[in-house]
């Protein structure tokens, strides 16, 4: 689990989830009929994310 705040959002509000699938071939977002953001994505890549985010944590998976 992440946790993460982002000064564009509503205090309290949910941004986004996402499923670590080491299968995923690419970062995929999609909305549902309530307007989630779910995210799809493998642990490579989120360690790009953290990384692009925050280079000098040089996150590896």
């Known amino acids: 689990m992440s946790l993460r705040q982002d000064a564009e959002q509503t205090p309290g ?3 986004h989830l996402g ?3 080491p ?9 549902d ?6 995210e799809h994505f493998n642990a490579q890549h989120q ?10 944590a040089h996150y590896t998976p």
């Open 33 to 38: 009929i309530h307007g989630v953001l779910w």
């Open 23 to 31: 299968s995923a071939p690419e970062f995929t977002q999609e909305s």
């Open 47 to 56: 360690a790009d994310e953290i990384n692009a985010l925050w280079p000098e």
């Open 19 to 21: 499923w670590e699938d």
């Open 13 to 15: 509000s949910l941004r």
